[in-house]
């Protein structure tokens, strides 16, 4: 059976050495990215989130705190999201999303970006940003879903927290 949950305390090493196995197309260190982000402010505990089967992690997605526009327009970055590759195609990436965007749904975000693979994201209900009139500068094309708290004036430059880098990651790093 799969469980989404919070990440809890003794899970950072396993959730490390997941991205590590997972996220072997970019050129950042994603395990290294998610240690940084975990000590900073943009760190949201209920948007890490892991998928459990059989007590083993076999996935994770983190959403952290982004913006929008002049950085006034509170948003969210999913990513990195992995799945490990012996348990991919089963629906747990598609289920580690879904978690996420109902927990920052439920919160009261208004908007949520990934760059990730086109067919995926569509699959969980992300459009391209343009869609939207958000302007992104990104090589990897991001996606956004807008929750109910969007309202049309959220628009402007996409911005993930300053752990990503400058000016903004040079792949997806989903
Ligand atoms: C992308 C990733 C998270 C998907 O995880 P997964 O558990 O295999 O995905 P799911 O089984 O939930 O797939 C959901 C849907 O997306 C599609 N999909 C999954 N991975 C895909 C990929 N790499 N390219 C295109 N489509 C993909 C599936 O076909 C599926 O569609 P369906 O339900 O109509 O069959 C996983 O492949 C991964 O960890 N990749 C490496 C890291 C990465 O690229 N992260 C992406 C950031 S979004």
């Known amino acids: 059976m799969l469980l989404i949950r919070q990440e809890c305390a003794g899970d950072a090493e396993v959730i490390a050495a997941l991205h590590a196995v997972a996220h072997t197309d970019t050129d950042i260190r994603v395990p290294a990215l998610v240690g940084e982000l975990r000590k900073g402010s943009a760190w949201i505990p209920q948007l890490s989130l892991v998928a459990v089967e059989n007590d083993d992690i076999v996935g994770h997605v983190l959403g ?7 950085r006034d327009l509170p948003a969210i970055a999913l990513a990195p999201l992995g799945v490990r590759p012996d348990r991919r195609g089963r629906g747990i990436g598609y289920a580690l999303c879904s ?5 920052a749904d439920a919160a009261g975000e208004s908007l949520l970006g990934i ?3 086109a067919e995926f994201c569509a699959r969980a209900g992300f459009v391209p940003a343009a869609d939207y009139r958000i302007d992104w500068s990104g090589p990897a094309e991001l996606y956004v879903r ?3 708290a969007y309202q049309p004036a959220f628009r402007g430059e996409f911005h993930y927290a300053a752990e990503f880098g400058a000016p ?7």
């Open 146 to 148: 807008a929750l109910n």
């Open 168 to 174: 903004v990651p040079q792949q997806p790093v989903g």
């Open 64 to 70: 952290t705190r982004s913006s929008v526009g002049g």
């Open 115 to 117: 760059c990730g693979p």
């Open 99 to 103: 978690a996420a965007i109902a927990t």
